[in-house]
DNA sequence: TGGCCGCTTGAAAGCGCTTACAGGATAGGC
DNA sequence: GCCTATCCTGTAAGCGCTTTCAAGCGGCCA
């Protein structure tokens, strides 16, 4: 006779208690005798008791349910964020809902409407595609938000990591070996982080006496194949850059191909330097020069900051993190006889 | 005045209805005079009256949420199987919850509890650690399972690839370019679809007339880490293999850096066929070989059969998916001047 | 032994929604 | 214009849990 999962009023009846106090033991909220206490327990365990989330949420209000808004889980970036939020939430005993912006034929707020449903008791917005607008529309909803290498603002919290140092140590990396043409292939226009790199960019090539070419510069690249026909372009370029900072690592991937199909190598001919070091990057050949963003961390700093809010703590308004550079075999001094052509 | 955000009883107050009403017009489940429907509808929109889940699934005993139990969402091999069911239970309404193994210090049962107290109306088991005993514990409770790429068994539906037809593949390939050693780098111990892969390898070497030699097997590999120790050993050995076929891509990329390690090239000296087919596969260099699993389309199935079972419906106990074997630049004849040494 | 105090415990009212069930309005037939 | 059949709508009882409030219990001191 497969008995239906049991409620707590059954755990009350087989216990001789009432619904209040085996509420109170499954809770600790509220002091009840041992005696009382372990029958409670050997009822709960005897029935194989599961309270029901469901209704605890309905009756406190808190679904205990983080939303967490992403472009898309098939990208490592956002996988991994998504790993360091959840480990942070588990521990809390909160669960993670995704919201997946690419499942979605439907624009991204149809997607923030099904988590508001679910009563989510906050969000973590990692989407790159999120715009000031759009982010101000959210915070308009009485939950707290997080945004992750969002666009800044006063609306939100933010885990930011300092894109512009990022930039400026690809590009130094690059002018100590030798290369005085670095172009850059930034993000697709309308994602947040992109001016703040290629400002970093600019700054750091003015810090290093080097001259700023806009025809080095790419924009409105949006996937590996973009970024492959537009270093194809650079490469016959008169006056061809001999090192390529990516905006990430898969128009850096991107760019390796272009390389290849120019009959040129990495490092020999053209340097290649990427952003967010990805676990594959040391298994590219050769391997990837990177900057490292420690975004699972990221994503566990998110969880927290939204975490201590809503336990009514106060919590950092802007959070930034750290970048490195991680130097691998993409990266080689420039040729002794200058340019090609 | 940020007013609370306005429940049923506001929009049914507002529009000078009963509650009842306002949840047919908003569910649709009984006819509603046009003038009232309309008179609802104004006033949910006024309000941006958006339906409270919770209690919507209390008072339905549906929470219409998926559980999908997976081993790493950061393995894009999980990643895409989570894609597809959430393309399929979004198109329904519903919402997946996802359990990740890796996420949680402690057994995968908490997980499971962790999810069923959330109520979900049905469960995905993709995780490739689930053993048959789990499985049936599992099954034990009162919703309905489907497991991808998991044991067979009776207790619940499961969409699997043919793992035997794919390893196959794999190995006619690698003989019709003259190889006669190949070499087969397993699953880890207990992962259920090793057994049939290896089934299918040796089935294959048998019905080729190839005999089969249980030192080019190696099993409990569980990293890419440890395929390339693994294959550096099998490349030390007097007669070693001129091909492997890797249970999975990322075992194919640690027997690449064995290969290379070794001073030897792929796919001159050896070739290498991995399994899986991910996106990396055309940008590592060579290309990698190997065999396609559906991913995507299997999460969307084993959604579709949870779903169909939800709605009352007949569902497939089992659904096979067919593999393809996608050639690319990691597997080569095997060099006339015979085997090295 | 009586009175008072500090505990633990139970009764009951919600949390926001769905859904029989019954009541009232509407329309149709005469 | 009256009666009945049909529809729409409202009332109220849950769904499973938390939490206030008051009652009950035992122990302590006088």
């Known amino acids: 006779m ?75 970036y956002f ?40 009563r989510v008791d906050g969000l973590i917005v990692a ?26 603002g006063q609306f939100a919290h933010a885990v930011q990591i300092d894109h512009r140092k990022g930039a400026r140590l690809a590009v130094e ?13 930034t993000g697709a226009v309308g994602v947040p982080t992109r001016q703040e790199r290629l400002a970093g960019y600019r700054a750091a090539l003015k810090d290093l006496g080097l001259s700023y ?9 949006t996937s590996i194949a973009d970024s492959h026909d537009a270093v194809a372009g650079l490469l016959g370029l008169a006056a061809a850059p001999t090192a390529i900072f990516a905006f990430n690592d898969r128009w850096a991937i ?3 191909a272009a390389v290849r199909d120019a009959g040129l190598r990495i490092p020999a001919d053209v340097s290649v330097v990427g952003f967010d070091d990805l676990e594959m990057d040391e298994w590219v050949q050769p391997a990837l020069t990177s900057v490292r963003q420690p975004r699972r961390e990221m994503g566990r700093i998110a969880a927290d900051v939204l975490l201590a809010v ?30 090609r052509h």
Chains 1, 2 share one sequence.
């Open 79 to 118: 996988a991994e964020i998504v790993r360091g939020a959840q480990e942070r939430a588990e521990s809390a005993g909160y669960v993670v809902l995704l919201g997946d912006a690419s499942v979605h034929t439907s624009a991204e707020d149809l997607l923030v409407k099904r988590l508001l449903e679910r």
């Open 173 to 185: 990396h690059l002018a100590s070996l030798g290369h005085t043409r670095i172009a850059h292939i």
């Open 254 to 256: 991107g760019a390796y």
């Open 2 to 76: 497969a008995t239906r999962t049991p409620r707590i009023y059954d755990v009350a009846r087989s216990a001789r208690v009432s619904i209040a106090t085996v509420s109170r033991v499954a809770n600790g909220t509220a002091r009840v005798y041992e005696r009382t206490e372990a029958r409670v327990r050997r009822a709960m365990e005897r029935l194989g008791y599961r309270p029901h989330a469901l209704a605890r949420g309905l009756a406190t209000r808190r679904s205990h349910t983080l939303g967490l808004l992403i472009t898309d889980i098939l990208d490592p």
């Open 213 to 221: 070419d806009p025809s080095l510069v790419i924009a409105g690249v």
């Open 310 to 339: 809503l336990a009514g703590e106060s919590a950092s308004e802007l959070v930034v993190v750290e970048p490195s550079l991680v130097i691998r075999g993409s990266t080689g001094t420039r040729r002794a006889h200058a340019d």
């Open 127 to 152: 989407s790159s595609r999120t715009t000031d607008a759009y982010a101000a529309q959210l915070a308009s909803e009485d939950i707290p938000v997080v945004c992750i290498n969002g666009p800044l």
